[in-house]
């Protein structure tokens, strides 16, 4: 977790995944990022999965994601 100003934010690199395979979750200071690619045949062949504690200071409804294009997810959340 960085500190941007009025902002912290969490990036990963998620770059093998396609974006549906991405989900984005917060619950208690917490933010977890979970991807799962699923092979034709339907069994697993990636997985990625991290959780980080979010400062105390932050408004857990300001959190916002963006994808960029070369697959870097970029997890913004205001200070309060």
Known sequence: ???QGDTYQ???DVS???PP???VTTSNCYVTIQA???AEDGTVCDTFTHKCQL???TDP???SCALT???TLVITVRRR
Request: charged residues 30%; negative net charge; aromatic residues 4%.
């Open 55 to 57: 400062p105390e200071d």
């Open 69 to 71: 294009e070369s697959g």
């Open 16 to 18: 093998q995944f396609e």
């Open 10 to 12: 969490v990036v990963a």
């Open 61 to 63: 409804l300001s959190v």
């Open 36 to 38: 799962e690619k699923v």
């Open 1 to 3: 977790v960085c500190a």
């Open 21 to 23: 395979d991405i989900v």
